[in-house]
C-alpha cells in the first residue's frame, strides 16, 4: 500500500501502471483481433470475441489490484447477489464523473459480463483506447441535434439503425449494455438549466434505453439500476488517480424487464409516454436513495 505517498506522486504511480497495463492489454487485444479478422469462420470470430471479452476483463482486474496497491479506497457497495456472468443485462445508472466508469467496472469485475457502452464516434481516434473499443464491438455512435435534423431529414433515425445492428452483435454473447440515462455527467449548472425536478439528477432520456430494449428483442435478462454516490464530494479521474476519492458507496437493485418495456418508442405515441413515464419514477426512486446515500458515514460497531 503506497497511500503514505504525496498525492500527486500516487497520481503519477496510478497513471503510469494503468497506462502500461493498457499498452499490454492493448497489443493482446490486436493480436486476437488480427486472428478474428482472418480465418471468415463463424465458429473461430465467436471463440475470438469471447477471447477478448476475458483479455478486456484482464484489464479491468489489473487496474484494480494497481488501485488498491497504490490508493485507500473504502468501497460500501449493496445488492450483488444474484448476479450471473452467463447472462445479458441492460445497466442504468446516474452519472457524475469520468471516475464513474472505473468505479463500474471495479464493482461489477467478475459479476457480470464485461461492461460495453454506446460511444461517440468521434472517440475512435483515441489513442490505444479507440482501437481496442473497434476491437471489442463497442458501439460508435454519431449524435444529430434536433437543429440538424431538420435541415438534414433524410438522416433521421440513422442512431436507431445504428443501435439495431450494435446489437445484433451483443446477441451472440452474453453482455452488459451500459446506459448513463442522463446523457451527460451531473453538474449544478446543467441541473439549472434543465430546471430538473430531481435534487441530484439530471433529467433521464429515455429514448437510447427503450432503443436498446427494443433491438435486443428480448435477450436482455434483466435490467442492473445502479446508484453511486461520493458522500465526500465528486471527484475527478486526477483526483481519484491521487486518492483523494476514499469512499465510494453503490447501490444496486435486478429489476425484470417486462413487456411493457418493449415497444416502438419512436412510432408509438402511447407507448413513448408510458416509457417516459416509468422512466421518471425510477429516477425519483434514484433521487431519494442518492439523498439517503450522501449521509453520514457508519462508523463500524464496536468489539
Not at 447477489?81 to 461489477?108: C, R
Not at 460495453?116 to 460508435?140: H, Q, T
Request: with cysteine; aromatic share 12%.
Amino acid at each position: 500500500m503506497l497511500s503514505f505517498l504525496p498525492p500527486t506522486v500516487r497520481g503519477c504511480i496510478l497513471v503510469t501502471l494503468y497506462f502500461l497495463n493498457t499498452a499490454i492489454i492493448f497489443t493482446l487485444i490486436m493480436l486476437v483481433s488480427v486472428f478474428k479478422i482472418v480465418v471468415p469462420v463463424e465458429g473461430w470470430r465467436s471463440l475470438c470475441s469471447r477471447a477478448l471479452q476475458r483479455i478486456a476483463a484482464g484489464w479491468v482486474g489489473m487496474n484494480r489490484v494497481n488501485t488498491r496497491l497504490v490508493n485507500k479506497v473504502t468501497w460500501d457497495v449493496e445488492g450483488l447477489e444474484g448476479l450471473e456472468m452467463d447472462q445479458w443485462y441492460l445497466v442504468v445508472s446516474n452519472h457524475q464523473s469520468w471516475t464513474d466508469i472505473l468505479v463500474l467496472q471495479s464493482v461489477f469485475y467478475r459479476k457480470i459480463p464485461f461492461l460495453k457502452f454506446f460511444i461517440k464516434k468521434e472517440l475512435i481516434w483515441v489513442p490505444l483506447l479507440g482501437l481496442a473499443w473497434w476491437a471489442l464491438d463497442f458501439p460508435f455512435m454519431k449524435r444529430y441535434s434536433q437543429a440538424f435534423l431538420k435541415k438534414n431529414p433524410h438522416l433521421a433515425g440513422q442512431d436507431l439503425e445504428t443501435t439495431k445492428k450494435a446489437c445484433m452483435k451483443f446477441v451472440k454473447t452474453p453482455v452488459s449494455v451500459m446506459n448513463f440515462a442522463e446523457g451527460t455527467r451531473f453538474t449544478p449548472e446543467k441541473h439549472a438549466r434543465q430546471e430538473s425536478p430531481f435534487q441530484r439528477l439530471l433529467r433521464p432520456k429515455a429514448g437510447g434505453m427503450a432503443f436498446v430494449l427494443s433491438a435486443m428483442n428480448g435477450t436482455l435478462s434483466r435490467m442492473v439500476d445502479v446508484t453511486i454516490a461520493y458522500p465526500h464530494g465528486t471527484k475527478g479521474f486526477w483526483d481519484f488517480m491521487c486518492g483523494r476519492v476514499d469512499l465510494v458507496r453503490v447501490r444496486v437493485r435486478t429489476l425484470p424487464i417486462s413487456q411493457e418495456l418493449l415497444g416502438d418508442y419512436g412510432g408509438d405515441e402511447s407507448f413513448r409516454a408510458g416509457f417516459q413515464d416509468w422512466l421518471n419514477r425510477l429516477w425519483e426512486e434514484k433521487d431519494r436513495e442518492l439523498a439517503r446515500m450522501m449521509g453520514p458515514v457508519q462508523e463500524p460497531p464496536a468489539r
